[in-house]
């Protein structure tokens, strides 16, 4: 079992179902932990990426989310574990996208703890390029801050289609000036979706660099759409945008 899948142990919660007095208690948190996670994963893993709620407002103008936020809270009221264990899955197993607007606020209202368990993100963004640069540069510093310590794939996703890759490269290139990539410490993977129909396979030196200096996989994939269920297909590794990946460079690559 991985690490991002983990469920702590602690007193189990105890319900009685409808019936007679004196009919046995049934404690949940005495079921097996493969049986939790599989009930976890079929009530809390979204089949798309999760639009983040801020003080009850949506995050974007469409917030989707594949799970009932009503059982969320029902589950997490119920006990100090089953609360533990359901956030801890909650954040661990869903893919978060964020925007400049509200991303921080939302990582600031989840707590550190929370934030410390996201391991994927879609940093979303767009404009003018000096905008664009201070929405990622803003973003992944809130990251650095606050949710570094289980990020294992961020996905900066470009919605207006006017910024080029080598633009997005050096901008993640520049973080590393005061933000060193090296204490994303499990980070495997970073996906750079461009809206071009043309692979950019000059700028391979740039995606060599920026995967010598985060140590993670980097991806340069073809996408023309925002996210949502018409554009995106299920992979081996989860959901991905249909397209065609332009260039990848892994670090055994650039070592070798």
């Not at 932990?33 to 976890?40: G, P």
């Not at 921080?104 to 940093?123: C, E, F, M, P, Y």
């Not at 996989?217 to 996210?227: Q, S």
């Amino acid at each position: 079992m991985n690490a991002g899948n983990a469920v702590p142990t602690g007193t189990p919660a105890t319900l009685i179902p409808p019936g007679a007095p004196g009919q046995s208690a049934f404690s949940f948190l005495r079921l097996p932990t493969e049986i939790r996670l599989h009930i976890y994963t079929l009530l809390f893993k979204s089949r798309l990426p999760v639009y983040p709620q801020v003080n009850g407002l949506p995050a974007d103008d469409r917030a989707r989310s594949g799970f009932s936020k009503g059982v969320v809270l029902a589950m997490t009221c119920a006990n100090k574990q089953l609360s533990n264990e359901v956030t801890h899955f909650v954040y661990s197993n869903n893919t978060f996208r964020l925007t400049l607007a509200y991303h921080r606020d939302w990582i600031t209202q989840i707590g550190h703890k929370n934030s410390d368990a996201l391991q994927d993100v879609i940093l979303v963004g767009g404009g003018r390029p000096k905008v664009a640069a201070e929405q990622l540069t803003a973003m992944i510093t809130t990251l650095w801050k606050r949710a570094r310590g289980n990020l294992r794939q961020i996905t900066v996703h470009d919605t207006w289609g006017s910024l080029h890759s080598a633009f997005i490269v050096r901008q993640l290139l520049e973080v590393e000036k005061e933000r060193p990539w090296r204490l994303f410490r499990k980070l495997q993977g970073i996906r750079i979706d461009i809206p071009h129909k043309i692979a950019p396979i000059s700028d391979k030196p740039l995606y060599d660099k920026l995967c010598s200096v985060t140590k993670a996989t980097v991806t340069a994939r073809f996408h023309t759409k925002d996210w949502n269920e018409a554009t995106l297909e299920w992979g081996p590794n989860g959901w991905r945008t249909r397209g065609q990946v332009w260039l990848q460079v892994t670090e055994e690559e650039v070592v070798n």
